[in-house]
């Protein structure tokens, strides 16, 4: 389908919740913004979208997606620069790696119309939600859901497109400890692990509580064969610096999740002349370089978390504690970096930032 910006309807909300929100403390995923898009699919083809009041969702107790969890969904960050522009950061990369999941999750891909157009207006709409200060942005949920309502067991033929988004702070305010998971898995070859699919997240509450409950952060989950090549860390993929180079796990699979922020964080580490390899990492060759004492740094990469230091990790009864976070190099420019092009403060060499 087609969908010029004169399509999209929108419905504006008489009373803005703008003032409920603590501009100075803003914590992750608990305030919504004004406005939602929704579009839905049926008779195999996408219906115009809307732009409605933020609302909650009447729908029949037999619908698919309950049941059956047929449900992905993205993330993706708005960022105020100087001139008071907003800055989408690589918003086309997220509409095809939905339609990706969308794919393999036997659902209907969305139209470029809808996912992009659909959220450049939803923020032109509600850019004053996007929090100004250092270390915050408008995190953007694009997600869709099979809507049948039907419980037998079948790929579904409705399904309900929607777009929400928050005001966001740090996801983590400080470097996290890592519990190096041999005992559950996150991913199998042949299995969904590369999807941003809701089973993907459900799956991993139970380890990621009991790991909570012993004093670490998060997961770094290891395949589920031999139980010791790595491959993400929590929901975030993860980086190894080794002596002079950046290691992290090879997205050549379909294991491992082709992350936006990932893609980036490589890029600009070759800009730099950095040598980055993607290939199987075990947690041993981890332990090696640690007790050589050319573990020198380690980070997880994710649209919500952006950098996050990994001070400690526990595999077993080693405990392995990298030096200081202030010392590092590579994960603090890196944060730097990508902070300066999202806020518009760098030139964007590579069209990452879409100006709403």
């Known amino acids: ?33 004004d406005h939602m898009l929704i579009a839905y699919y049926e008779n195999g083809q996408w219906n115009p979208p809307e732009i409605t009041p933020f609302h909650n969702l009447y729908l029949s107790p037999a619908t698919t ?30 509409w095809k790696r939905m339609n990706r999941s969308a794919e393999r999750m036997a659902m209907p891909d969305v139209p470029q119309e809808i996912f992009i157009e659909g959220m450049r207006q939803l923020i032109a709409l509600d850019h004053k939600w996007i929090p100004e200060s250092e270390d915050t942005s408008l995190y953007i949920r694009p997600f869709m859901l099979a809507i049948d309502e039907f419980i037998g067991v079948r790929p579904a033929e409705k399904f309900m497109f ?7 702070g740090p996801y983590y305010n400080h470097p996290v400890s890592i519990y190096v998971q041999d005992q559950y898995v996150r991913a199998f070859p042949g299995g969904i692990g590369f999807t941003k699919a809701a089973g993907n997240y459900g799956m991993s509450m139970y380890p990621t509580r009991e ?30 610096v080794i002596g002079d180079k950046v290691i992290t796990p090879d997205i050549n699979t379909d294991v491992i999740l082709e992350g936006v922020t990932r893609d980036s964080v490589i890029t600009l580490l070759r800009d730099k002349g950095v040598t980055v390899e993607e290939r199987q990492l075990s947690i041993d060759e981890i332990e090696e ?7 020198k740094e380690a980070f997880g990469t994710g649209t919500a978390a952006s950098i996050a ?48």
């Open 65 to 94: 997606f309950f049941h059956y969890g047929q449900a992905i969904f993205e993330g993706v960050k708005a960022y105020k620069a100087p001139n008071g522009d907003a800055l989408i950061f690589r918003p086309y990369d997220n």
């Open 289 to 295: 370089a640690y007790k050589a004492g050319q573990l």
């Open 162 to 168: 929607i777009i929400i988004t928050s005001p966001a």
């Open 1 to 33: 389908m087609s969908v010029s910006p004169s399509v999209i309807k929108v419905n504006k909300t008489e009373n803005s919740r703008l003032h409920e929100v603590d501009a100075l403390n803003i914590n992750f995923g608990k305030h919504y913004s």
């Open 211 to 240: 790991i909570k409950k012993m004093g670490y952060d998060q997961i770094l989950w290891t395949d589920g064969f031999e139980h010791k090549y790595v491959q993400e860390i929590g929901t975030m993929n993860v980086f190894f």
């Open 309 to 356: 230091p990994i001070y400690q990790l526990t595999y077993h009864d080693d405990v392995m504690t990298l030096p200081a976070v202030e010392t590092w190099e590579i994960a603090n420019w890196l944060k730097q970096e990508l902070a300066d092009i999202r806020y518009g403060r760098k030139a964007d060499t590579h069209g990452w930032t879409f100006k709403v």
